[in-house]
C-alpha cells in the first residue's frame, strides 16, 4: 500500500505543469469555491469527530482544536485568494546576470519535489498543507491524527475536486487514510521516494521524525516560548503583552510559556498582569517560582500555583502561564537556552540597549521586541501564507511561506561556448 501512495505521488509530482502554471491559481480559487460549497458536509464530519473525541475523555481545551467553525472557513478562502498572488511574486522570472562576456545565470524556481506533513489536532492544517504545497507543485501527503480523520476524508475529497477542475492530477494530495505508526514508521525512512518532512507538531513527534527517520526535516516545532520582562519595561505594557500572548490561543505554537522577570519589578508585573485580568474579563493560572509571594485579591477565574523544576520546557497547553524571577537579562538568556524550544522569544523593556543585548543574543525563530509573541505569523508580518513556523536552522526558518516550498535549478544560457580556457577549479 505505501509502495502504490508513495508512486503515485511521484507519478503525479512528475506530470504536473511547471511552476508558476496557470492551473496552480485555477487550483486555489477553485478549491476556495469548493470549500464554501461542501463546508456544512465538512462541519457534519468535524461533528462526528468531536463527539468521539469527547467521549474518549480528551482534555477540553484538545477537542476545542478539533472543532471547525465558520471563522476558519472565511479564513481558509481569504487564505485560497490570497495565494495566487504570492504565488506570482515567488515564481516570477529571473531576469538574470551576465557570465563574463559569454553567457547568461538565471536561477529558475523548481517544486521540492513530494512532501510528507505530519501534524497534530488541527484540521485547518489539512487545507493549508494542501493549498500551498501543491500550489508550488508539489506533491504532498497529509497524515493527521486519528482524532480528525472523518473530518480529514471529508477536506480531502473537495481538495481532490478542486485539483482535477484545475487541471492538475488528483494525487498531488493524498490525505492518508491508515493512522497507523507502522505506516508512519515506513514512511519517514523512504527517503528514496519522499524529498522533504514536515512534522509539524510537539517535541516527541519532532524526536521521533529525527530518530526514526532518514528524510531531511523541515520542523515546526513546539513553542516552549518566554517573554523577558526587563526592570524599565512599563507593568501595563508588559501585563497587555503577557496576556495578548496566551490568551487568545493558549495552546497554539506561539503562545507564551515562562515570563521571565526582573526580581525587583516581578511585584509591580504580577500586580498589572492581575489588574489586565479583571478588566478583560478572562481567567488565568499564573504559576509563580517559590521565590514570589503569592499575590492578594484574584480576580474572578484567576488562581495562583507553585511553580516547579518539571514546568520549565514544557508547554501549558492552557491559560497557564509559569513566572520566574531573573536577576537580570544573562540569567533570563541562560534560562532560554536551557528551556527554550527555538520558537518564538521576546523582551520588554524601556531600555533600548538591553533590548537589543537580548534580541541579539537570544537564539530563536523570531524575537519579538516589546510586542506580542503571537506576531510571529507569516500574514501579520507581511510574509504571506504560512504553512508552518519552522525551528530548524537550514532552508527555512520562522513562518514557512509559499516562497519556501521552492528549490531552484541555475540555467545557463551558453550560447556554444566550451569550457576550455575559462577560469576555474579543476574538473
Known amino acids: 500500500m505505501v509502495d502504490d501512495i508513495l508512486h503515485a505521488a511521484r507519478e503525479a509530482f512528475d506530470t504536473a505543469p511547471p511552476a508558476g502554471d496557470e492551473a496552480y491559481a485555477r487550483y486555489c480559487h477553485r478549491l476556495a469555491d469548493d470549500l464554501g460549497e461542501h463546508w456544512p458536509g465538512v462541519l457534519a464530519a468535524n461533528a462526528e469527530d468531536l463527539d468521539e473525541a469527547a467521549a474518549r475523555g480528551l482534555p477540553p481545551v484538545l477537542v476545542e482544536r478539533l472543532r471547525l467553525t465558520g471563522e476558519h472557513l472565511a479564513e481558509l478562502v481569504r487564505m485560497a485568494r490570497a495565494v495566487p498572488a504570492e504565488l506570482r511574486a515567488a515564481t516570477a522570472p529571473d531576469p538574470g546576470v551576465p557570465i563574463a562576456d559569454w553567457g547568461v545565470l538565471r536561477r529558475v524556481r523548481k517544486p521540492l519535489g513530494v512532501a510528507l506533513m505530519i501534524y497534530e489536532a488541527r484540521p485547518t492544517v489539512t487545507v493549508e498543507g494542501a493549498l500551498l504545497f501543491a500550489a508550488a507543485g508539489n506533491a504532498v501527503l497529509l497524515r493527521g491524527g486519528k482524532e480528525i480523520a472523518r473530518t480529514n476524508a471529508a477536506l480531502g475529497a473537495v481538495v481532490r475536486g ?19 505508526r507502522k505506516v508512519l514508521r515506513t514512511l519517514v525512512t523512504r527517503s528514496d521516494a519522499i524529498d522533504v518532512l514536515v512534522p509539524r507538531g510537539g517535541p516527541s513527534l519532532i524526536d521521533f521524525c529525527r530518530s526514526a527517520g532518514s528524510v531531511p526535516l523541515l520542523a515546526s516545532g513546539g513553542g516552549v516560548n518566554h517573554l523577558y520582562v526587563h526592570r524599565t519595561a512599563d507593568p501595563a505594557t508588559a501585563a497587555a503583552i503577557t496576556l495578548d500572548s496566551k490568551i487568545p490561543a493558549p495552546a497554539g505554537c506561539t503562545s507564551l510559556e515562562v515570563a521571565l522577570v526582573d526580581g525587583e519589578a516581578a511585584e509591580g508585573y504580577l ?3 492581575l489588574e489586565q485580568a479583571r478588566r478583560d474579563g478572562v481567567g488565568l493560572t499564573l504559576r509563580l517560582d517559590p521565590a514570589l509571594p503569592e499575590p492578594a485579591d484574584l480576580p474572578p477565574g484567576c488562581r495562583i500555583e507553585r511553580l516547579g523544576e518539571h514546568d520549565l520546557g514544557r508547554e501549558f497547553l492552557d491559560a497557564t502561564i509559569g513566572v ?19 520558537h518564538t522569544e521576546g523582551v520588554v523593556s524601556g531600555d533600548p540597549a538591553v533590548a537589543e543585548w537580548y534580541a541579539r543574543r537570544v537564539d530563536a525563530s523570531a524575537v519579538v521586541v516589546n510586542g506580542s509573541l503571537r506576531l510571529n505569523d507569516g500574514p501579520t508580518l507581511g510574509l504571506g501564507s504560512e504553512i ?40
Open 162 to 180: 478542486a485539483l482535477t477542475a484545475a487541471g492538475l492530477p488528483a494525487a498531488l494530495v493524498t490525505v492518508l487514510e491508515d493512522p497507523s
Open 271 to 273: 500586580t498589572a498582569v
Open 388 to 427: 508552518a513556523i519552522s525551528t530548524s536552522r537550514l532552508h527555512a526558518r520562522g513562518p514557512v511561506t509559499i516562497g519556501d516550498l521552492f528549490t531552484h535549478s541555475w540555467l545557463v544560457e551558453a550560447d556554444g561556448r566550451l569550457r576550455g580556457g575559462l577560469p576555474g577549479g579543476g574538473d
Open 324 to 342: 520566574v524571577p531573573v536577576a537580570g537579562p544573562r540569567e533570563a538568556l541562560a534560562l532560554v537556552r536551557r528551556h527554550g524550544s527555538g
